[in-house]
């Protein structure tokens, strides 16, 4: 009596995950489906299907971390500079104000030490130069003159009311 022999069919390799995952998205499965194979019928589908654009990779955590922490630098380091800059003006024109010297300064800015390159403009210090003078004598006799003023301005603005 013959035997008959049962042929099972071959295996097939094991695709990676992503190539099974675009099979199933495309509708290409391979499973059976009320007994017969999809991968069958799909044959000349899968062959027209073209690939599906790869997704753009994103930067790793310490990548943005860096580019961030650079854009803030970038950012901070001279606001940090035109800021001290600034204040230096303030305490330069309060002690000019309060000076008891013949010649006061009127007007300054702070400017870098050395402004020849980026560099030496964020790291080589400040000083202050004074722009304008005038005598002391002239400045209390402009200091009057506004307050004067000041004045008249406030008693017409009291007679109209």
Known sequence: MPTATRSFPATQP???PT????????????????????AAEAAPARQAATPAPAA???LPGW????????VLLAIGMPA???????????EAMME?????AAMVCTA????????SSVIGWLFGGSYFHCGD???????????????QANFLARERARQQY
């Open 14 to 16: 094991i695709d990676p």
């Open 19 to 38: 190539s099974s995952r675009t099979r199933v998205l495309a509708g290409l499965d391979s499973t059976p489906t009320r007994g017969r194979p999809r």
């Open 56 to 58: 753009p990779e994103r």
């Open 63 to 70: 990548a943005r971390g860096v580019v961030i922490g650079g």
């Open 80 to 90: 940090c500079v035109l800021l001290s800059r600034s204040m230096l003006e303030q």
């Open 96 to 100: 000019q104000s309060s000076s008891q």
């Open 108 to 115: 300054g800015e702070g400017r870098a030490l050395d402004s």
């Open 133 to 147: 003078w005038e005598t002391r004598e002239a400045r209390q006799q402009r200091d009057r003159d506004r307050d």
